[in-house]
């Protein structure tokens, strides 16, 4: 996610923490109706394949920036592509 200029991380985050506390207000439905209406086992299955479906998500990232010089506005990054900090060389 460090690809983007921080205004675009920074509404990044605020969009995933806002969509994660929703989720949490409604898991407890869900899971409960899930438990009522159906099996156990259902529930556990429904709630893990959440799980793996945002595993292989993680999996399909584009690229790691660790020890990366990155930009702080949308110009640097239409300029510049992002460089490996010991080498100098651009990864994309």
Request: net charge neutral; glycine share 10%; proline share 4%.
């Amino acid at each position: 996610m460090q690809l983007y200029p921080t205004f675009m991380r920074t509404t990044g985050v605020g969009v995933a923490s806002s969509v994660s506390r929703i989720g949490g207000m409604v898991c407890p439905l869900v899971a409960v109706s899930l438990v009522q209406g159906c099996h156990q086992t259902a529930a556990v299955v429904f709630f893990a394949s959440i799980v793996f479906v945002a595993g292989i998500c993680v999996l399909l990232f584009p690229f790691e920036t660790k020890g990366l010089d990155l930009a702080d506005s949308l110009s640097g990054t239409k300029q510049e592509k992002p460089q490996d900090s010991e080498t100098g060389r651009a990864l994309i």
